[in-house]
């Protein structure tokens, strides 16, 4: 049971406002940088909504390296572009300089641009067990217990020798850069953002760890590392604990 790794608030603006605050007090509070890895979703956009509106001039931004999880193989001024979307709500209201910002470029062919972070991650992060080291990384999960671009059908990329790899979402066949399972499992905190009614099947199956749970890229990181889940009460129902 992984009961005690779940944080249940009323509703994903809730979690945003707790994850938000945590944040800029770790970023604010870190001597030196502090190395921060994003996904795309819905949560994390109302959480770049809040830091930008309630934080833009109270965070020490040039302390601030951004990294992403994932980025979809598309131009970033695409809809579905994870960089795009934190351009729109956080880069354009914050005074990060524009050097600490590492975006996956969706734009290029895939397996270069994997190859290119793979360089970007092992000459900026430092290391840990000789592995890229972030002080957090920001995942989500999908209704089908995915996570960064991990899909349940492509789950040996939790243990892929590389720390970035191409991925192809097994429905649309959209190509995706990823970080590995590896490289995420490495880092020093790991956040989970699960919210809404569409997770709670799933996100019980995990936390129960119901043997179902063995096909989710997410259990897997979940149960073997120190990530916490911030969820709400559309994703959580306590009542079966
Ligand atoms: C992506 C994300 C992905 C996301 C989950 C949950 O690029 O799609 O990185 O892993 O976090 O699909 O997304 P929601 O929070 O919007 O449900």
């Keep these: ?53 309630q934080y833009s001039d109270t965070v020490r931004w040039d302390k601030l390296n951004l990294f992403w999880v994932d980025e979809r193989c598309v131009e970033p001024s695409d809809k579905e572009s994870n960089y795009g979307m934190v351009y729109n709500t956080l880069l354009t209201n914050i005074p990060i300089p524009p050097e600490n910002i590492f975006r996956m470029q969706g734009e290029r062919q895939p397996e270069t641009e994997s190859v290119h972070y793979q360089k970007i991650l092992n000459k900026t992060l ?50 995706r850069i990823t970080l590995t399972g590896n490289t ?18 799933t996100l019980k199956q995990i936390i129960t760890e119901a043997k179902e749970a063995e096909k989710y890229p997410a259990y897997h990181i979940l149960s073997t590392t120190k990530a916490e889940v911030f969820t709400d009460k559309g994703a959580f129902k306590s009542f079966y604990l």
């Design 126 to 175: 430092p290391k840990h067990n000789n592995l890229p080291f972030f002080d957090l990384v920001l995942l989500g999960m999908g209704e089908d217990g995915h996570t960064a671009s991990i899909f349940p059908y492509n789950i040996l990329l939790l243990y892929s020798e590389q720390t970035v790899a191409v991925a192809t979402h097994p429905n649309s066949g959209q190509k």
């Design 184 to 201: 995420i499992k490495n880092s020093r905190q790991i956040f989970f953002l699960i919210t809404g009614e569409s997770k709670e099947e």
């Design 1 to 53: 049971m992984l009961r005690n790794k779940i944080l249940v608030f009323d509703n994903p603006e809730h979690v945003a406002t707790s994850v938000a605050k945590i944040i800029v007090e770790k970023i604010n509070n870190k001597k030196g940088i502090f190395n921060l890895a994003i996904s795309g979703g819905n949560t994390p956009k109302i959480l770049f909504d809040i830091l930008a509106k």
